[in-house]
């Protein structure tokens, strides 16, 4: 075979060019440290990096949501600190100057100094941070206590002693573990209580539709395919339950009673969201105006911290996996009565501490004998309140140990990717160097080997 001239020149441009894009693949590579330029260049490596970035990004996830965390319990801790710290002063001062011979005066005074103490305990439980109430529990967004026009305690508009909600009977409503709370305002009130309520989704119906068993009350309300959560809003203000109402409350007219007053609430509630096939009473009670102050206290919100966030075989979310970010407020006051009637909650015992005091008709060993519960059960709570916000403080520090291990888990993931997505600059101007010789060696190979023709010279 022959070779031309033509092919030789044809055959070193076209290896002249591949050693010019190596030498600017390399010269890149020098600049960036980036093992590979696209992930066609080595997918395998591209797709663990991909990875990995993930998890970085998911980690800075966590670990911003434990800074928030850790920047509103530190704040919430304060101040339980505070208030622990001034009610243990305050009630032992006030005991020890409690005696049969105490004078009226002296007794007047003691009880004004146990109310501005109990005033304090409101403004300290409502205290907010970053725009959110951190004793609310799930309800962040409103003010927790209240005080009513007959100087009861409300938490979340719920007597912190009887657990009745001033706000109507309401009831909760479960498709697995998403919850509605259906709430029927002031108006409607303790009406409906006993009743029961059932929403379901039927993929065939095009219209909604609401009914009544007066002889099981159960208020059962249909929705068409698709429906919302805001669907469900509009049927319970709307006319078909105003009859159903109308019928469930044996009454010819529900004109006073204001039906733009049920809503909708609860931690899954969302009015865009689509509702599920069946909500059914999620309790043994039904609708009613007496709130589980239990259950309040014990309430949860649950933040991903990157523990997994995994869920029990029955659906609902493993504990142990996510952390608990609800402080609710009379899990630290206390909550209801003890077995032998006397107030828990520490705001109500106050205000019992001080209208005993005030009261002119005990004296002597009367006034010592209706204040011994009275103290005995302050100081339970006061102790109680010293035990939940110990407990806040162990929460506290595992978030700590678990910022700390996630801060680690970064430098590590960080390491890895880099090691998967780059190389090193020593390497990389290494290869660098080397391909600026072999280009430059082959620059000297072709003024070697192209020698000028004499039609080079003509031209």
């Known amino acids: 075979m022959r070779i031309t001239m033509s092919m030789i020149q044809e055959r070193y441009k076209n290896n002249l060019n591949s050693s010019k894009t190596l030498y600017e693949k390399y010269a890149l590579r020098a600049t960036t440290t980036r093992a590979y ?36 319990q530190n704040t919430a801790d304060s101040i339980l600190s505070s208030m622990y710290t001034t009610l243990n002063s305050t009630i032992k001062t006030q005991l020890e100057g409690i005696t049969s011979s105490s004078s009226q005066s002296d007794r007047n005074t003691l009880a004004d100094t146990l109310l501005s103490a ?27 206590f209240t005080v009513d026009s007959d100087g009861n305690l409300l938490y979340r508009g719920i007597n912190v002693n009887t657990g009745k909600n001033s706000n109507g009977a309401c009831e909760t409503i479960s498709a697995g573990d998403k919850d509605i709370q259906i ?4 108006t409607i009130g303790d009406k409906l209580n006993g009743y029961k309520i059932s929403v379901s989704v039927d993929g065939s119906a095009t219209d909604n539709t609401a009914s009544v068993d007066t002889d099981n009350k159960t208020i059962s ?43 909708l609430s609860g931690i899954t509630y969302t009015k ?31 933040v991903d911290i990157g523990l997994g966030m995994t869920q029990n075989e029955d659906g609902s979310l493993n504990e142990q996996s996510a952390y608990n970010t609800a402080s609710p407020g009379i899990s630290f006051l206390g909550y209801g009565h003890n077995d032998d009637g006397v107030n828990e909650n520490m705001y109500s015992l106050l205000t019992d501490m001080a209208s005993t005091l005030k009261n002119t008709s005990l004296s002597g060993q009367d006034l010592v004998d209706t204040m011994d519960p009275l103290s005995n059960s302050f100081t339970d709570s ?42 090193s600059p ?7 160097s080397q391909q600026v010789y072999f280009y430059k060696a082959a620059l000297q190979v072709g003024t070697q080997l192209l020698q000028p023709s004499l039609i080079d010279y003509m031209s």
């Open 37 to 72: 330029d696209k992930p066609s260049d080595d997918p395998l490596n591209c797709a663990r990096s991909y990875d990995v970035q993930q998890s970085i990004t998911m980690n800075n996830t966590y670990q911003s949501n434990i800074s928030s965390i850790e920047d509103t």
């Open 118 to 144: 109990r005033d304090s305990l409101v403004s300290n439980m409502n205290s907010s941070a970053a725009g959110k109430y951190l004793f609310a529990g799930s309800a962040s967004e409103s003010v927790p």
């Open 183 to 186: 709430n029927f305002g002031k």
């Open 221 to 263: 309300i249909t929705m068409a395919k698709d429906s919302t959560k805001g669907d469900l809003q509009d049927v319970l203000n709307g006319t078909d339950t105003s009859t159903v109402l109308t019928t469930a409350l044996n009454t010819t007219s529900l004109s006073d009673i204001d039906l733009s007053g049920i809503t």
């Open 272 to 302: 865009s969201d689509k509702l599920d096939p069946s909500y059914t009473d999620s309790g043994t009670e039904g609708i009613t105006d007496i709130v589980s102050l239990k259950d309040l206290a014990n309430e949860k919100v649950y």
């Open 382 to 423: 006061l102790n109680n309140m010293y035990s939940q916000h110990s407990k806040l403080g162990t929460d506290m520090k595992s978030l700590e140990t678990t910022q700390t291990y996630l801060s680690g888990l970064n430098t590590n993931l960080v390491t890895e990717e880099s090691a998967i997505a780059n190389v």
């Open 426 to 432: 020593f390497t990389a101007i290494t290869d660098w």
